[in-house]
């Protein structure tokens, strides 16, 4: 297509500022600021929150000041990381801002100008060049060989051919050509706009710990309060003087409550970040740590999360011996196997002498080798180094002297090279395409065959045909070349992928990938990672109901991998979400974890609970390791701290009816609950992972944090320590012994008796120990 036209005028500047006052600035986040007050009052409506609150009141009016201290302490810290969490969550919304182009050329009353791209508006004329970020969503009227990068929405690898009357979208790149036409949308109207709002709306509720321990926190209040008034109400009728009765009713209420439940939390995960961070994990939140422990789906971006990110030739097949080449990105050193012989070096150069990118070492902003241009020549480029040819001085031994760009008509490009005292003919491009008369002569069925097993491996399938002349041949008309051979194309997995999907299925975490690619090359990539098989489905983003049954999405767009996360989560299920693009940011908040590549977009890991430094996998499963061990320890300490509150109301009930009017005087309620509730409590957040803790499956979403068994079990051991206790208080009073200081002691030494018996088992032969 012609780059050129009649002049364009534009709009005037007049008209220009009208328009942006009226529409406003072309911004695509601009996240409403809230009151410090607002978030803080936020944070102290959770139940478990207000019930603390309501011991802090308890505590001093008792003038129990220590505990008073401890309690406030960690309402105020949970309250702390709450608010952070908040404005973290706007400032992932706001990092969008740092994708768009920061000025852009414009005509306005028929002059180019270069102004702020916030200063745009609807109907200006914008005019880009290659390596431009398109600053709004722009309709083409005229272009030049436009390709775009738009891995930035759409999460594809490769770049995308635009021609006019297609749109650029805002936040992509130009990487070849030129292009220019009227803005379309501008600021939250914009394709980048539109995923600032859906990742402003999209963060799903409380974590399944906080619901949880909401939950429970709401059912301990009114069974605590409960209790607490019948032990009043029994005192009373018995004629003990009603103040000590409310005095004991009170303290029974202060004893009950595992107040130190969320010291234990908050050191628990604490711990579990610590311990993550080893791994070269970042959790951005400290509850990130155990909701990986709760996740039943792993759901995950292709491009850059499982896969490298980058574009490498993974297959060649020429004069019918096919190769695999190996290789780490754009660095050009690898492997061929079997060792590269002439045919395959001829393929080699012909491809690098068609293309135009060109690799660079790393630098200060890039610490891997990287190109310039597009990926899949840059693929080209550094196959003829893995093949032992030198790119620079084999392009200068071989200068171009004529070309015919790549269009999407006929879907290939020529290029004519000068080559000692002849010339050189190169045509590469689609197989169907290349490989058909009067392109090329002789038989290349078996080509065709090999292009074909290349395609159904989801490799892009690039083929290649060259012939010597004595007198230049046309690139616009290429006859008579020979087929040198087809080059598979693709981004290969991460080292370790494959490893890290096996890791998930033993834990029994369901691992699914949902991508913008097309259906061939995400089945290729699920079955490389073990999660598709041959007759599997391959779901696309416009049916999202079908989350439960296919483990592959294709043709994905930012606001469908939202839809297919709260489908899976309205079926109950607990879901992370991986990724590293702009695309992903939405899907990222919504889900109920968020991970983040290290090496990924700013607006990802703003968007994310937890970041992969190193961008392995592995650490998910350690991280998912970490976070079911910080709730079994959550679970051990009310097994631990609620059994000992249930033998104290047991004790205080049965008591009258024992003939021991008011079994334990306040002081001592409280003694008891200083002494067990503190340090051993809290100690029980710190023990180590069970041996089977990565390969048992999740436990069931909907599971209370008592469920599992773990109510009976508190019942059972309170009532145990209850029977013992106030059996042992009974016979002394009867033969008149100091039967209250021997309850005391004895129900004080019973729980810290109950927490050596919680701790974690350290062997797995150890069956026998620490039930329950």
């Known amino acids: 297509m012609t780059a050129t036209a009649a002049p364009i005028t534009g709009l005037s500047s007049a008209e220009a500022t009208a328009r942006r006052d009226r529409e406003g600035p072309?911004?695509?986040?601009?996240?409403?600021?809230?009151?410090?007050?607002?978030?803080?009052?936020?944070?102290?409506?959770?139940?478990?929150v207000l019930l603390l609150l309501a011991a802090v009141v308890v505590t001093i009016a008792l003038g129990d000041l220590p505990d008073t201290a401890i309690i406030a302490l960690v309402v105020v810290l949970n309250t702390a990381i709450g608010v952070v969490q908040q404005v973290r969550a706007d400032h992932a919304i706001a990092a969008l801002d740092t994708l768009t182009a920061p000025t852009a050329r414009v005509v306005r009353d028929g002059h180019d100008l270069v102004v702020p791209a916030a200063q745009l508006v609807r109907e200006d004329w914008v005019r880009l060049e290659a390596g431009d970020i398109v600053p709004a969503d722009v309709s083409i009227v005229y272009a030049h060989r436009c390709q775009a990068d738009e891995a930035v929405l759409t999460g594809e690898s490769l770049p995308v051919v635009r021609e006019?009357?297609?749109?650029?979208?805002?936040?992509?790149?130009?990487?070849?050509?030129?292009?220019?036409?009227?803005?379309?949308?501008?600021?939250?109207?914009?394709?980048?706009?539109?995923?600032?709002?859906?990742?402003?709306?999209?963060?799903?509720?409380?974590?399944?710990?906080?619901?949880?321990?909401?939950?429970?926190?709401?059912?301990?209040?009114?069974?605590?309060?409960?209790?607490?008034?019948?032990?009043?109400?029994?005192?009373?009728?018995?004629?003990?003087?009603?103040?000590?009765?409310?005095?004991?009713?009170?303290?029974?209420?202060?004893?009950?409550?595992?107040?130190?439940?969320?010291?234990?939390?908050?050191?628990?995960?604490?711990?579990?970040?610590?311990?993550?961070?080893?791994?070269?994990?970042?959790?951005?939140?400290?509850?990130?740590?155990?909701?990986?422990?709760?996740?039943?789906v792993l759901a995950s971006d292709k491009t850059g999360t499982v896969t490298e990110g980058r574009m490498t030739v993974r297959r060649a097949v020429s004069e019918g011996v096919a190769y695999e080449v190996h290789g780490a990105g754009y660095e050009p050193v690898g492997v061929v196997v079997p060792e590269a012989e002439p045919p395959l070096r001829e393929l080699a150069l012909a491809g690098m002498l068609c293309s135009d990118a060109v690799l660079l070492p790393p630098d200060d902003d890039h610490p891997q080798w990287y190109a310039v241009?597009?990926?899949?020549?840059?693929?080209?480029?550094?196959?003829?180094?893995?093949?032992?040819?030198?790119?620079?001085?084999?392009?200068?031994?071989?200068?171009?002297?004529?070309?015919?760009?790549?269009?999407?008509?006929?879907r290939r490009m020529t290029t004519v090279h000068k080559r000692g005292t002849g010339y050189y003919a190169v045509c590469k491009g689609a197989p169907e395409t290349v490989f058909t008369p009067p392109v090329v002569t002789g038989d290349v069925e078996e080509l065709r065959r090999a292009a074909a097993a290349l395609a159904a491996e989801g490799l892009r399938v690039v083929a290649v045909a060259a012939a010597s002349a004595d007198t230049p041949i046309d690139p616009a008309d290429p006859r008579g070349l020979w087929p040198l051979g087809v080059i598979g194309i693709g981004d290969p997995l991460r080292a370790g992928a494959g490893r890290s999907a096996d890791a998930f299925g033993q834990a029994g975490v369901r691992m699914m990938l949902i991508t913008g690619d097309h259906p061939n090359t995400a089945a290729a990539i699920a079955g490389q990672l073990g999660i598709w098989h041959d007759g599997d489905g391959v779901g696309t983003g416009d049916h999202p109901e079908r989350a439960h049954d296919v483990r592959v999405f294709a043709r994905t767009r930012p606001e469908q991998k939202l839809d297919i996360i709260a489908a899976l989560q309205s079926r109950g299920e607990v879901v992370a979400m991986t990724g590293d693009g702009v695309n992903d940011a939405p899907a990222l908040r919504r889900a109920d974890i968020g991970v983040a590549m290290g090496g990924g977009t700013e607006v990802a890991r703003q968007a994310a609970d937890l970041v992969l430094v190193d961008d392995n996998l592995d650490t998910v499963t350690a991280a998912i390791g970490e976070g079911r061990r910080v709730?079994?320890?959550?679970?051990?300490?009310?097994?631990?701290?609620?059994?000992?509150?249930?033998?104290?109301?047991?004790?205080?009930?049965?008591g009258p009816f024992l003939g021991l009017p008011?079994?334990?005087?306040?002081?001592?309620?409280?003694?008891?609950?200083?002494?067990t509730h503190g340090l051993p409590g809290v100690a029980l957040g710190a023990e180590p992972?069970?041996?089977?803790?990565?390969?048992?499956?999740?436990?069931?979403?909907?599971?209370?944090?008592?469920?599992?068994?773990?109510?009976?079990?508190?019942?059972?051991?309170?009532?145990?320590?209850?029977?013992?206790?106030?059996?042992?208080?009974?016979?002394?009073?009867?033969?008149?012994?100091?039967?209250?200081?021997?309850?005391?002691?004895?129900?004080?030494?019973?729980?810290?008796?109950?927490?050596?018996?919680?701790?974690?088992?350290?062997?797995?032969?150890?069956?026998?120990a620490n039930p329950g």
């Not at 409403?32 to 478990?48: E, G």
């Not at 009373?236 to 009603?242: D, K, N, Q, S, T």
């Open 689 to 768: 992972a069970e041996p089977d803790v990565l390969r048992r499956p999740p436990r069931a979403p909907g599971e209370q944090v008592l469920g599992g068994g773990l109510g009976r079990t508190i019942l059972g051991v309170g009532t145990l320590v209850a029977s013992v206790s106030a059996g042992l208080a009974a016979v002394a009073a009867s033969t008149g012994l100091p039967w209250q200081s021997m309850l005391f002691v004895t129900l004080g030494l019973a729980q810290l008796g109950v927490a050596l018996a919680v701790r974690a088992r350290r062997d797995r032969a150890d069956r026998w």
């Open 164 to 296: 006019p009357g297609d749109e650029l979208l805002s936040g992509t790149v130009l990487v070849t050509g030129r292009a220019e036409g009227p803005v379309l949308r501008i600021g939250g109207d914009s394709a980048l706009g539109r995923i600032a709002s859906l990742a402003r709306g999209a963060k799903a509720g409380p974590t399944p710990l906080q619901r949880r321990l909401a939950g429970l926190g709401k059912i301990l209040g009114a069974a605590i309060v409960t209790v607490s008034v019948v032990v009043g109400v029994l005192g009373v009728l018995a004629g003990r003087p009603i103040v000590t009765m409310a005095l004991v009713a009170v303290s029974l209420v202060v004893a009950a409550v595992p107040e130190s439940l969320p010291a234990v939390v908050t050191l628990a995960l604490a711990l579990g970040a610590r311990r993550i961070a080893r791994h070269q994990a970042i959790p951005r939140n400290l509850h990130a740590v155990e909701t990986l422990g709760s996740v039943t």
């Open 631 to 654: 709730y079994d320890n959550i679970r051990r300490f009310l097994r631990y701290a609620l059994a000992g509150g249930v033998a104290e109301l047991l004790v205080m009930l049965a």
């Open 26 to 48: 072309n911004e695509v986040s601009r996240p409403r600021p809230r009151h410090l007050v607002s978030r803080i009052l936020d944070q102290l409506r959770d139940p478990l």
């Open 662 to 675: 008011v079994p334990l005087l306040p002081g001592q309620i409280l003694w008891i609950n200083l002494l």
């Open 373 to 410: 241009g597009d990926p899949v020549e840059a693929a080209l480029v550094a196959f003829a180094a893995r093949c032992g040819l030198d790119p620079q001085p084999e392009r200068t031994a071989c200068p171009r002297i004529a070309e015919r760009p790549f269009d999407q008509a006929t």
